[in-house]
């Protein structure tokens, strides 16, 4: 089994900051790209967006509407990606799902999600 425990998640100000960490867990061999992304309560899942991903070797991505703004990390020895949000806006409001394609021990490639973590910027 493989796992995917988000943290981090909660209320802040415009312009504020937060750090969101997500640690995969169970029968794992390797993992591949680690994301984060985001959904809105008007949009479907299939309409989550990419906010921002890692591949194993540290090359990232960002959403236009968040790069200079958060950083994506990772720790190839916890099996944990972070993402730093800073100078938040009200649109950043969302629920954050983390994302990770893994190999684990069966062995079976599959995308795994996280159970997702509510992210609110107001004042």
């Known amino acids: 089994q493989v796992q995917l425990v988000e943290s981090g998640g909660g209320l802040v100000q415009p312009g504020g900051s937060l750090k969101l960490s997500c640690a995969a867990s169970?029968?794992?061999?390797?993992?591949?790209?680690m994301g984060w992304y985001r959904q809105t309560p008007e949009k479907q899942r299939e309409q989550r967006e990419l906010?921002?991903?890692?591949?194993?070797?540290?090359?990232?991505k960002y959403a236009d509407s968040v790069k200079g703004r958060f950083t994506i990390s990772r720790d190839n020895a916890k099996n944990t990606v972070y993402l730093q949000m800073n100078s938040l806006k009200p649109e950043d409001t969302a629920v954050y799902y983390c994302?990770?394609?893994?190999?684990?021990?069966?062995?079976?490639?599959?995308?795994?999600w996280g159970q997702g973590t509510q992210v609110t910027v107001a004042s």
């Open positions: 994302n990770a394609y893994i190999l684990s021990d069966s062995p079976i490639r599959s995308a795994y």
């Open positions: 169970g029968s794992i061999s390797a993992i591949y790209t």
């Open positions: 906010a921002a991903s890692i591949t194993r070797d540290g090359t990232t």
